[in-house]
């Protein structure tokens, strides 16, 4: 069983009036009792951070030296298969407590945090990470946790404990995919029939492949990314490779969807001067890139950039493709 934090304890870290207050109790609770997230908070404080503007929009950059276990993680079913997971109740450490949400899963503060606030949303049962089955918890976390970007990263695609399902949270205001979405998302871009309750926009000239949702209905808007999903391609047995951001500003969702082509750039594999250790998922596509070595914050050009989010993204072919499926799809839903 998870350890829960009381109602009573959280009340001395913030209010309890919502399920983002609580997480925001829960984050300051962990960072007072627990030396491990309270050093790694303070250092994410004082941690570097720069910019490469693209004109209409920026990708921000952060050296956070702790998330080389995630961005290096070996996510082979050998070494997963070999290690204790490090998102089931026996193997927490003993600080670590949470906060239950939507039935079956659990709010948990990340230790190597990306965010100022950043919650772990581990399901209560050690199952694979698939999205098929839990898009209906995906939003309605989401729709709960209102102040914060909740976030789906697929197997292949960033998650590092591909072997337990869960989600990830930031808190708003800090993806520079959040300010970027109101440009992106024009009459032009809108893909399918204006009379679905699900607009869908697949806006150009982002360096990434993006598919953008809107909707106001959780149960439409969960058929649409689900027959979305099955649209792409997937090797044998597996989901096809997604990574998806979403927010609740009532009474909408917006939702994010990255269609993946790999799970990291040649660059990662590359030798010396070529290398950068970059290992993207939700969040680098999200406009936020994490350099857990100091070299790659000095070396990271625009150039470098654009050529891993074209590499990592759907091939501009297979999304002309996905675009005209999704179009013709949509009577359907
Ligand atoms: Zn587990």
Known sequence: MYRLTSENELKKYGKTWSLSAKALALANQQKACWPLAGNNYRALKNSRESEISFGTFVVKYQFNPERIRSSAANTSPEAISSRPCFLCPGNLPAEQAGIPVAGRFILLVNPYPIFPVHLTIPSTLHTPQR?????DALLEISRLLNEF?????GPKCGASAPDHL???AGIRGILPLEDDLD???TAHSQINSVDSDVRIYAPGNYLRRIL???SASAESLQKRLSTIINLLP???????????LTWYNAPEWTVALFPRAKQRPWQYFADDFDKLVISPAAVELGGLVVLPREEDYFKLSGKELASVFEQVTLGKEDFEALKMKIAGS????
Do not use: C, K, W
């Open 131 to 135: 999205i098929d089955g839990s898009i």
């Open 149 to 153: 970007v909740v976030f789906y990263n």
């Open 166 to 168: 869960h989600f990830q």
């Open 183 to 185: 440009t992106l998302v």
């Open 212 to 214: 953008i949702l809107r």
């Open 234 to 244: 997937a090797e044998q047995g597996e989901e096809p490779m997604v990574n998806i």
């Open 330 to 333: 949509s009577s359907q839903s």
